[in-house]
């Protein structure tokens, strides 16, 4: 069965700080991975997404990931965080097997502080 | 137009109350969702539409109602609802059947059930 695994819960880190997200997935074929950003209220933002191809990937807003498969991860990093990047980051996998599902991860936290 | 446009924003109900939550997009995408996300955890997925019919249901209670009257629209219909079910409902839609290249997520409907 698919699942997503963000080890870290809660994440502060300092403003100009670099910031690496975890992402751990269980996925018997090769994964759709995405990350997804979501302030207080508000819907989800795709920051970017790993179908194929080059494993580092960039999305918007500074951030990048890289697909390990020997590590089963896709973890999220930007190399100096804005105050602004305060939010809620959510991996996910999907799957087209039993039509379009995705999987979420539990999300996490971040705190930044000036 | 590469929304996804959820109506309303907001919405307050009683457990006695009959209401709907409307969801719309014109990319000309054939899949639409429903998902249900509790404050700080994970979207949870409902219901998914594939060419206006219901292809998943998650073992949803039948106090909430879906329906895709055509390949723009999707609803909810809310009947007799617990306050439990207090959660913010995301609407999400995707090109086609077993394509997650392109899914798109709404703003959500904040839904309050006193």
């Known amino acids: 069965a698919q699942s997503v695994t963000q080890p870290d819960i809660h994440i502060t880190v300092s403003e100009g700080a670099s910031l690496e997200l975890r992402c751990n997935y269980s996925?018997?074929?090769?994964?759709?991975l995405f990350w997804y950003v979501q302030s207080p209220g508000q819907g989800l933002q795709l920051l970017l997404k790993y179908f194929s191809g080059d494993t580092l990937v960039q999305g918007i807003k500074g951030f990048e990931a890289e697909f390990k498969r020997s590590q089963s991860s896709f973890n999220l990093r930007k190399p100096s965080v804005h105050w602004s990047d305060a939010a809620e980051y959510f991996c996910a996998v999907g799957s087209t097997n039993t039509g379009n599902q995705f999987y979420f991860g539990t999300g996490t936290s971040l705190t930044v502080i000036p | 137009d590469t929304e996804v446009t959820q109506t309303p924003k907001h919405l307050v109900m009683g457990m006695t109350n009959k209401k709907s939550l409307k969801c719309e997009q014109h990319m000309g995408h054939r899949a639409m969702y429903w998902y249900k996300q509790k404050a700080k955890k994970p979207p949870e997925l409902m219901f998914v539409?594939?060419?206006?019919?219901?292809?998943i249901n998650e073992s949803v209670p039948s106090r909430f109602s879906p329906e895709c009257p055509n390949s723009s629209l999707l609803n909810l219909h809310l009947h007799a609802l617990q306050p439990e079910d207090s959660a913010l409902y995301l609407c999400a839609s995707s090109s086609r059947d077993r394509d997650l290249a392109k899914l798109f997520f709404g703003s959500g409907t904040q839904l309050s059930v006193l």
């Open positions: 996925y018997g074929a090769t994964p759709y």
């Open positions: 539409y594939s060419y206006e019919k219901l292809s």
